[in-house]
């Protein structure tokens, strides 16, 4: 367990050193697109300075005439590169989102009206996704209409910032350098991988009236008679109509009135103390699919779903048409952060309501966290746990969540979402 701490410690200092370089170069090159010099030219202007200084010095008329000529050339070259140029560009249409995994065929067309050469033709693609494409083009003719396709992997989750398409050209030297927009840039949302999920909203712990005790047996329905349904795997047999299956074939059950909800919360843990430091967290992008996927399954079958980060509030209670993309793009944009599990377990003990199913998403019950859930418990509200299981420190919120009472699911890095939920809620927990 120390070796793994170790090489987590280590992982993430790497990746913070990475980040830093990153940055700078990122500001470098930022610096260069607003003052339009190369680092060429910028060594240009020095030795120009350190020559009239030497010049100075010794009263070396050649060293003046040198340094003058120097900065004179680059600021000819300067003034002629600033011109802009009879150019203009096209980008495909391409969809604002897209899901984990998709191929994306990307078409750019540049227009010129007047002959042009040494363009370079750049669109800006995040880091994550890949390298800036670049087509270099040493002469273009007048009217001439250049094509060019390019594919973008989505291989991350997570909402990017796609271009601008932009033209580069300098002087033959390489002592300045200027760009043009062509193309805006566009936010392109890239959805979590989904399960078709095999889950469904458990019955309250106790009925309400009258509040049952944690000591005595919940009643995982309603006393009053609400109507029949087809069969689902892991209902109660002790609910079958037989009456209703020898007349139709079809396995129906009984539904009460009272104790199945609609109203679901989904709380993603995002504490990134305890996910796992990959460039990529492991641990947190399942949870991410975890939750993606619940809210999904449930808003399309007529919930109302809610989710919940330790930051805040992530998405208010979605129900209709919309509602699965807007849960979708809302799990696009997580991120992982630094409070505590506790933080958003306070914000539904608070909550007056008591009809809610709620499903914890987390790699690690602290003590905080597991007393706040016992409460949830003995409120008398529903409490599903998926615990993600990543290392061996994890393994403990398996028996942490199973001692409170509530009902427990374990996902393992590979493993299947669908057969991990379908596990626990096929083992008759709903009684």
């Not at 793994?4 to 990746?15: H, I, Q, V």
């Not at 060429?40 to 010794?58: C, D, N, S």
């Not at 011109?83 to 065929?105: F, W």
């Not at 079809?250 to 430091?277: C, F, K, P, W």
């Amino acid at each position: 367990m120390a070796r793994t701490k170790e090489l987590g410690r280590r992982l993430s200092d790497a990746f913070i050193r990475a980040t830093d370089t990153r940055r700078l170069k990122s500001t470098l090159l930022e610096l260069q697109r607003k003052v339009g010099i190369t680092p060429i030219g910028l060594l240009g202007v020095a030795l120009a300075a350190l020559l009239w200084l030497f010049g100075f010095i010794v009263a070396g008329t050649s060293l003046y005439l040198f340094a003058y000529g120097t900065l004179a050339l680059i600021i000819v070259t300067y003034l002629t590169g600033k011109r802009t140029l009879p150019l203009t560009g096209e980008r495909s249409e391409i969809r604002a989102r897209a899901r984990q995994g998709e191929v994306l065929g990307i078409d750019l067309v540049l227009h010129c009206k007047r002959r042009l050469s040494t363009i370079v033709l750049e669109e800006q693609i995040p880091e994550r996704l890949g390298q800036p494409v670049q087509l270099p083009l040493a002469s273009i003719a007048a009217g001439q209409d250049i094509e060019h396709s390019y594919r973008l992997f989505c291989k991350r989750r997570g909402a990017y910032k796609l271009g601008p398409l932009i033209a580069r050209w300098g002087d033959p030297m390489g002592l300045t350098q200027r760009e043009m927009t062509l193309v805006p840039e566009f936010e392109l949302l890239i959805h979590p991988n989904i399960e078709m999920v095999s889950s469904r909203p458990l019955t309250r712990q106790f009925e309400d009236p009258p509040i049952r005790p944690p000591v005595s047996k919940p009643w995982p329905s309603g006393l009053e008679f609400y109507g029949m349904r087809e069969y689902q795997p892991g209902d109660d047999l002790r609910r079958i109509v037989w009456r209703a299956y020898a007349k139709t074939g079809v396995m129906m059950v009984r539904e009460a009135e009272q104790g199945i909800t609609d109203q679901i919360t989904v709380v993603l843990d995002t504490n990134q103390r305890y996910h796992s430091r990959e460039l990529e967290s492991e641990s947190f992008e399942a949870g991410v699919r975890v939750a993606a996927s619940l809210a999904y399954k449930h808003i399309t079958e007529g919930y109302a779903v809610g989710i919940e980060t330790n930051e805040g509030q992530l998405t208010r209670k979605l129900r209709g048409p919309a509602a699965p993309i807007q849960a979708l793009d809302a799990c696009a944009r997580l991120e992982m952060g630094k409070l505590p599990l506790e933080a958003a377990l306070q914000r539904i003990l608070f909550n007056p309501k008591r009809d809610a199913h709620n499903i914890v998403v987390t790699p690690h019950l602290t003590r905080e966290a597991a007393v706040q859930i016992e409460l949830l418990v003995k409120r008398g509200l529903s409490v599903l746990v998926v615990a993600l299981i990543w290392d061996e420190t994890a393994e403990e919120t398996l028996n942490v969540a199973t001692a409170l009472g509530c009902q427990v699911v374990e996902l393992r890095p590979g493993q299947s979402i669908a057969g991990a939920l379908y596990h626990e809620v096929g083992g008759g927990m709903r009684g």
